[in-house]
Structures are given as structure tokens and as C-alpha cells.
């Protein structure tokens, strides 16, 4: 079973940075993929960045150039550093992890933490 806990939402301004992480634990296959996902509402969950095991990383094309994924591979967190926010970015962040190679598609992501809200005003 594996276990999400995520931290670091809250409100800001826009153009201004937040930094969100996510401490995993009880999951040991040598191949998963953990990631961020965003839902506002009344919208469709979506991909915001993704990392495998092997260090491959996928972003979303809405939040290139402004968040920077980090994961720590014996520490077992992920993190999301988000700058230059936007009030369409305002949303329930949630971190999930998978098995295998890196991708952004939720259908593939069977562990979700709780989610930390981000909001942002312009």
C-alpha cells in the first residue's frame, strides 16, 4: 500500500511562487512514476508534471517554463516548485504514483494523496 501525504498549498498572488511536496511511503517496485495533478472545478483532472525512476519527466504545455519537478529517490518525496502563478492555476493539487514508466494520463495512477489547494488572485 502505498501512503501520499502532500503539503505546501495556499493562496498567493498572481506572479507569485508556491512550492508544493509530496512524502511517499510503502511502495516498493523498481519501476513507478510519481506526478502532480491539478483539479478545479467543474474540470477534468489534469496532468501537471510527471517523473519515472529512470529520471524521465513530462510537464503539462500550461505550466512549462514555470514549474520544476524534483524528486528524491532515497528521501521518497516529490516535490513541485510553481512560479510566475496564474489564477488558472488555481486548483486542488494532488501528488499519485504508478507503476512504471512516466506518464500523465490519471487512469494510469492507482495511489492518490488528499490533495493541497492552491489558489491564486489576480
Known amino acids: 500500500q502505498v501512503h501520499l501525504v502532500e503539503s505546501g498549498g495556499g493562496s498567493v498572488q498572481s506572479g507569485g511562487s508556491l512550492r508544493l511536496s509530496c512524502a511517499a511511503s510503502g511502495y516498493t517496485f523498481p519501476s513507478y512514476c510519481m506526478a502532480w495533478f491539478r483539479q478545479a472545478p467543474g474540470k477534468e483532472r489534469e496532468g501537471v508534471a510527471a517523473v519515472d525512476n529512470d529520471g524521465q519527466m513530462r510537464y503539462a504545455d500550461s505550466v512549462k517554463e514555470r514549474f520544476t519537478l524534483s524528486h528524491d529517490k532515497v528521501e521518497r518525496t516529490l516535490s513541485l516548485q510553481m512560479s510566475s502563478l496564474k489564477p488558472e492555476d488555481t486548483a486542488k493539487y494532488y501528488c499519485?504514483?504508478?507503476?512504471?514508466?512516466?506518464?500523465?494520463?490519471?487512469?494510469?495512477?492507482?495511489?492518490w494523496g488528499q490533495g493541497t489547494q492552491v489558489t491564486v488572485s489576480s
Open positions: 499519485a504514483h504508478a507503476m512504471g514508466p512516466v506518464t500523465t494520463r490519471h487512469v494510469d495512477y492507482g495511489y
